[in-house]
């Protein structure tokens, strides 16, 4: 097969102008370019239609082949190698060959962004007349536009998809406590979006399916005033952390927009405590649900920490950690971290946002349960562990009063002894005095079964599910979520100490200098 070499791609593509000026020459405008035009409809962009298409106008074959010689669409045709590369490597535009089987043209394909291109070969036994050369000219440009098009979409969901894993990486650092990380991160993209030390959080809960846009409908009525995440732990969950008051009546527009929505928030919280703040706008859903605008901020109540004496809290909580303080300080943040969010959550759901296996959060719970001597099967140890890490973050950022004098050898009975705690556990629990079917002593063996259904129906000698059902009861009541383990559900379980309802845990049993250890002789 003789071959027709050209250094420009004249040879092919020289005919100057495009489709309209093509269409201009001919008032007429031949049947191809209108076929060619409608390619380029929403609906029909796409390359292998366009290849086919060339192919069957032309009355022949087409091929279409990247760099590396993979077929792209079309199929595929015996081409002279040699060629092909002169093509590729940009020492000529485009080709010709003929002989006796018919005749060929390939053609460059240009690639944006990319270092190599396509070659373009079409074979039909018939000489390219000046119709054939125009229809192959132009086919070119469309393909050459369309490739363009899908690299730019391309390159936005990459785009896109780094920018929301961005956002991850600085929620799962403020998460662990990571202030400085997630501001020098957050700096880069959105200056000044950190540059406070609190703010709110909310959980927009929607259907999974629609998550992608309701996170782009946050995002337009927060700014760079909010960081949006998609929640890597509930599908259907959108997290919002922002500094800005106004944020709050923008999110709830956005719930009337959008019927089937719910929206929890926090109160204001340091940067440091979000995890916290994360806590409070989930428990805040489950009273959006029965509110008529679908929306809810977390209730500033009196929390059991807030009504204990801070000196002897803050001496309580220094022994009963005190056997974290021997790591180095980045394990034992680490350990800590992972420890408030796996006592809130799941282990699959902290695991989720912290961005590790739960597998790993397991094992540092576990090394934690280790250095305390305890077990954290046991929820009356999860409430109080939880108790004392919450207060060592609240003594951190200055929520809790660092007045008064440490009582020596604080026991955790002496903390719930005062009357403020008392007068709150019996108001708390006398809530469910009024319900006929005893949810009071239902919740109470539930928490002594360590939350498990099956072993609290074999102590009351009731079907598992009637204690799920009344667990389920007492949550509207106590306006606390039980079920999903948490703050909610650790307060409900101090107020169960407090009133003498539940044994005290023993922590560090090993350790007779442990405030809560046996007292021997």
């Known amino acids: 097969m003789q071959h027709a070499r050209g250094e420009e791609k004249g040879d092919v593509a020289g005919q100057e102008g495009g489709l309209g000026r093509s269409r201009a020459a001919d008032a007429r405008t031949p049947t191809w370019a209108q076929e060619l035009l409608d390619h380029l409809r929403p609906t029909g962009r796409d390359v292998r239609r366009i290849v086919a298409w060339l192919a069957k106008t032309l009355h022949g074959t087409a091929s279409l082949q990247d760099h590396t010689g993979t077929l792209v669409a079309g199929a595929r045709l015996p081409l002279d190698e040699a060629l092909v590369a002169d093509i590729l490597a940009g020492r000529i535009a485009s080709a010709a060959a003929a002989d006796e089987n018919g005749h060929l043209r390939l053609v460059r394909i240009e690639q944006p962004h990319q270092a190599s291109a396509g070659v373009l070969a079409v074979a039909r036994p018939e000489p390219f007349d000046r119709r054939a050369s125009d229809i192959l000219t132009h086919t070119v440009q469309v393909l050459e536009l369309l490739l363009r098009a899908r690299e730019a979409t391309a390159a936005g969901r990459r785009l896109k998809r780094a920018t929301s894993d961005l956002r991850l990486a600085i929620l799962q650092l403020l998460m662990v406590e990571d202030t400085v990380s997630a501001r020098r991160v957050a700096a880069g993209l959105w200056p000044g979006l950190l540059d406070t030390e609190t703010a709110c959080v909310y959980v927009l809960e929607g259907d999974a399916a629609e998550r992608d846009r309701l996170a782009e409908e946050c995002l337009g009525v927060t700014g760079d005033r909010a960081l949006v995440v998609r929640c890597p732990a509930m599908d259907g969950h959108v997290i919002i952390v922002t500094t800005a008051d106004a944020a709050g009546e923008a999110l709830r527009s956005l719930v009337d927009r959008n019927p089937g929505t719910l929206l929890g928030g926090s109160s204001r919280q340091s940067l440091a405590r979000t995890a916290t703040a994360y806590g409070q706008a989930v428990s805040a859903l489950a009273v959006a649900r029965v ?69 790993t959060v397991r094992a540092r719970m576990e090394r934690v349960e280790s250095l305390l001597r305890t077990d954290f099967t046991d929820l009356t140890v999860r409430a109080t562990v939880h108790l004392a890490l919450s207060t060592q973050v609240s003594f951190a950022d200055g929520q809790v009063d660092h007045g008064g004098t440490p009582q020596a050898r604080t026991r955790l009975g002496d903390l719930l002894a005062g009357p403020a705690l008392r007068t709150w556990a019996r108001e708390l629990l006398g809530r469910l005095d009024g319900d006929a079917r005893d949810l009071r002593r239902t919740l109470r063996s539930w928490i002594a079964a360590g939350g498990n259904a099956e072993r609290a129906a074999q102590t009351l000698a009731v079907h598992a599910q009637t204690v799920r059902e009344h667990v389920r009861s007492a949550e509207p009541v106590l306006e606390r979520r039980l079920i999903a383990s948490g703050s909610d559900l650790y307060e409900v379980v101090l107020a169960h100490l407090a009133t003498g309802e539940l044994e005290h845990p023993v922590l560090l049993r090993d350790n007779p200098g442990h405030p809560d250890a046996p007292v021997h002789g």
């Open 291 to 359: 509110r008529p605008d679908k929306a809810a901020v977390y209730a500033e109540r009196h929390h059991p920490e807030r009504l204990m004496d801070p000196a002897a809290l803050r001496e309580w909580t220094a022994r009963l950690l005190r056997p974290l303080d021997t790591l180095p300080h980045h394990t034992r943040a680490e350990l800590l971290a992972t420890t408030r969010l796996g006592l809130e959550f799941t282990a699959v759901s902290a695991a989720k946002v912290l961005g590790v296996s739960r597998n």
